[in-house]
């Protein structure tokens, strides 16, 4: 008799804790569309993309898809710039702010909780990305027509379609993954 109700208490569980995920997977949402999963980038891929930008403590490093903001963080710690991270997962930002003040970059990097579609980034002098050539090829004219001649674009693992970057490295990670980056230098055009 324990066992049964036990069995019934577990199934009443399950049953709902399946209607409550099926009721928010199934509930309407303004939140923009992904331009890429979250999948943070290695600390040594990092580190690749910004010695590629040859990015000093006069650039303003902007990561569209900042995930947990390693990216603007690491920017800020290592070479004095200024980052800006962009992410439209709230959970992300707040990942982003914590970890700025524990690596006390925290006035050198600020986090917006914005659709990367819609940012201005007519201050970058850099620009990274980790999404996905789609993605890319959507931001390519944004991102042409914004930036000052000299800004440069750095992709981790995706083009920006029959753009031809100025250089392309493949090099192999700390995993023993092989990783490929693209650079591109703004020249004034905008690129559709």
Known sequence: ????????????????????????????????????????????VVNQMLSLARVTSNDVVYDLG???GRIPITAAKMYG????GVDIDPRRIMEA???????????????RLQDAMTVDVSD???VTL???????LKLRPIL?????????????AFTMGDWQPDNVVDFTDTMGIIRTLFVWTTDGKVRP
């Open 1 to 44: 008799m324990l066992f049964r109700k036990l069995v019934l208490m577990l199934a009443l569980a399950s049953l709902l804790v399946f209607s409550l995920s099926r009721s928010d997977a199934q509930a309407p949402t303004t939140a923009p569309a992904s331009l890429a999963p979250y999948v943070p980038t290695p600390q040594d």
């Open 66 to 68: 900042c995930g947990d």
């Open 81 to 84: 710039a200024r980052g800006v």
């Open 97 to 111: 702010n914590a970890n700025a003040k524990t690596a006390g970059v925290e006035k050198l990097v600020r986090f």
């Open 124 to 126: 970058a002098t850099v």
């Open 130 to 136: 980790y999404l996905l050539s789609s993605a890319n």
């Open 144 to 156: 042409t027509k914004q930036l000052r001649p000299g800004a440069r674009i750095v992709s981790h």
